[in-house]
């Protein structure tokens, strides 16, 4: 009886949490994160302000103030949570690994090229609110993370670690990524050496993102500027520019 109850009940929300949505202003959005995720939201403004990059903030009033927030406080955590649940699939993944391997396969699965890929794969590059003159290499990738942090404070961990797992092993062939190699640096001096060109790195700008120095470095072949890498060390920016 106890058990019929809870499935009755369990029901009713689900009917009421639907005519939520079809009645909400914001229906549109509860049923992109339905079709992207699996599942409606139980509380619609965390997702709203994980989709608002710093370009474009969302205003919020409260007690007769009004905030202008974005994203970056739901990257921040989500940027930690999706961190540890990688790092959980790696070593139940990869059991006899060391933990530079460990490492290693997690920063190939959080890189900000494989969430910028993850992220237009599901098509939240289409739900993110920005200026259009914004030009940023991580913006998908921030939105990916800022809505695993949304998540999370909205379903739980547990949740969170579910629906996570599932894109990774819907989108990554983690035993494939192992064999794959991200020295783009590397490659790109191999090339230049094979073929006789000079490479050179520049730092060209520095900034304070997050409370934190972000550098931008050109990669120069044969003394002509080519792409720019963006990142909070140089080594890493030279990577990204390689890449």
Same mark, same amino acid.
């Given at each position: 009886?106890?058990?019929?109850?809870?499935?009755?009940?369990?029901?009713?929300?689900?009917?009421?949490?639907?005519?939520?949505?079809?009645?909400?202003?914001?229906?549109?959005?509860?049923?992109?994160?339905?079709?992207?995720?699996?599942?409606?939201?139980?509380?619609?403004?965390?997702?709203?302000?994980?989709? &608002?990059?710093?370009?474009?903030?969302?205003?919020?009033?409260?007690?007769?103030?009004?905030?202008?927030?974005?994203?970056?406080?739901?990257?921040?955590?989500?940027?930690?949570?999706? =961190?540890?649940? +990688?790092?959980?699939?790696?070593?139940?993944?990869?059991?006899?690994?060391?933990? =530079?391997?460990?490492?290693?396969?997690?920063?190939?699965?959080?890189?900000?090229?494989?969430?910028?890929?993850?992220?237009?794969?599901?098509?939240? #590059?289409?739900?993110?609110? &920005?200026?259009? #003159?914004? &030009?940023?290499?991580?913006?998908?990738?921030?939105?990916?993370?800022?809505?695993?942090?949304?998540?999370?404070?909205?379903?739980?961990?547990?949740?969170?670690?579910?629906?996570?797992?599932?894109?990774?092993?819907?989108?990554?062939?983690?035993?494939?990524?192992?064999?794959?190699?991200?020295?783009?640096?590397?490659?790109?001096?191999?090339?230049?050496?094979?073929?006789?060109?000079?490479?050179?790195?520049? +730092?060209?700008?520095?900034?304070?993102?997050?409370?934190?120095?972000?550098?931008?470095?050109?990669?120069?072949?044969? =003394?002509?500027?080519?792409?720019?890498?963006?990142?909070?060390?140089?080594?890493?920016?030279?990577?990204?520019?390689?890449?």
């Amino acid at each position: 009886f106890l058990f019929t109850g809870i499935k009755i009940h369990r029901h009713k929300m689900q009917i009421l949490k639907r005519l939520l949505v079809i009645f909400s202003s914001d229906r549109d959005l509860y049923d992109s994160i339905n079709n992207i995720f699996g599942f409606y939201p139980s509380n619609i403004m965390l997702y709203k302000l994980a989709l &608002h990059h710093k370009s474009a903030p969302m205003s919020i009033s409260y007690k007769n103030c009004s905030q202008n927030l974005n994203n970056e406080r739901l990257e921040y955590l989500g940027d930690a949570i999706i =961190g540890a649940i +990688v790092a959980d699939l790696i070593f139940r993944t990869f059991p006899y690994k060391n933990e =530079g391997f460990m490492s290693e396969m997690r920063s190939k699965i959080v890189s900000r090229s494989q969430l910028n890929k993850l992220s237009k794969h599901l098509g939240l #590059d289409k739900l993110i609110q &920005h200026q259009h #003159d914004v &030009h940023s290499k991580s913006l998908e990738g921030d939105a990916f993370e800022a809505l695993f942090g949304a998540i999370y404070l909205d379903q739980g961990y547990d949740f969170t670690t579910r629906v996570l797992r599932r894109i990774i092993s819907q989108n990554i062939d983690v035993r494939e990524l192992e064999f794959q190699n991200f020295n783009f640096k590397g490659k790109l001096l191999e090339w230049a050496q094979k073929h006789k060109h000079t490479l050179e790195y520049k +730092v060209i700008d520095t900034q304070i993102n997050k409370n934190k120095k972000q550098y931008a470095v050109r990669v120069f072949i044969n =003394g002509q500027p080519m792409e720019v890498g963006y990142n909070f060390s140089i080594k890493d920016a030279e990577q990204a520019a390689s890449e």
